[in-house]
């Protein structure tokens, strides 16, 4: 069975530019969450989705942060326009729902902002 | 204070020492608790649930005490392939919040 799907893996854009990050959760999940990590502050829960709806974005860090799920089977986040200090792994997780805590996660998109 | 606090490590030890893990968390309506496990460059998977009465899986196991907010995580007899940094988590009220991990090397 697939997992999460995250595309692209790496990008480096020059700041100002726009980045959109693309996830594909698991068929059936029906709870999506985009996380930032990064060395300083670990993993950061950004924004997430429930039946397609976003439920908490007050982890999303300013306006330049946006994030919508169409679909059941996509989500995107974008950075317009990003800065060096959005450099970070983006990770999209998704997961069933209930009490287990489990979260699947994709493998990251690891964004450098020069 | 942080809502998930752990000692970052590094925890640098031997092939077949015991090695403890803890965890502190701020909100008392925490309603359940986890460790993943993230290796280099890799995403964070669920390593296991953690219950009120204590939980062991093989080599693992977890604790949790309610009363004083705290988890821990002890692994016996640990393996190279142990090597990776330990992740907490706990969930309020549907939010899973991280801690930012404990990394654990193992040497031979």
């Known amino acids: 069975d697939a997992g999460v799907i995250q595309s692209p893996r790496h990008e480096v854009t020059e700041m100002g530019q726009e980045v959109t990050l693309r996830c594909k959760p698991i068929?059936?999940?029906?709870?999506l969450f985009w996380y930032r990590q990064t060395m300083m502050r670990g993993l950061e829960l950004l924004i997430y989705?429930?039946?397609?709806?976003?439920?908490?974005d007050s982890g999303m860090p300013e306006d330049r942060f946006s994030a919508k799920m169409p679909n059941a089977s996509f989500s995107t986040l974008k950075i317009q326009p990003s800065e060096p200090r959005d450099s970070a792994v983006y990770f999209c997780?998704?997961?069933?729902?209930?009490?287990?805590?489990?979260?699947?996660f994709g493998e990251g998109s690891r964004l450098t902002v020069l | 204070r942080k809502e998930v606090e752990q000692d970052p490590g590094p925890f640098n030890v031997p092939e077949g020492a015991t090695v403890a893990f803890n965890c502190t968390y701020s909100?008392?309506?925490?309603?359940?608790f986890f460790w993943y496990r993230q290796d280099c460059r890799k995403e964070p998977k669920l390593l296991m649930s953690?219950?009120?009465s204590g939980n062991e899986d093989g080599r693992f196991t977890a604790q949790l005490n309610r009363a004083s907010q705290y988890i821990s995580l002890l692994i016996r007899d640990s393996k190279l392939s142990d090597s990776a940094t330990y992740l907490c988590?706990?969930?309020?009220?549907?939010?899973?919040?991280f801690g930012k991990g404990t990394k654990l090397s193992v040497k031979p």
């Open positions: 988590v706990v969930n309020l009220q549907g939010n899973l919040i």
């Open positions: 989705f429930n039946n397609n709806v976003p439920i908490d």
């Open positions: 997780a998704s997961s069933s729902g209930g009490s287990t805590g489990e979260l699947f």
């Open positions: 953690v219950y009120s």
């Open positions: 068929s059936g999940h029906n709870s």
């Open positions: 909100n008392s309506a925490s309603q359940s």
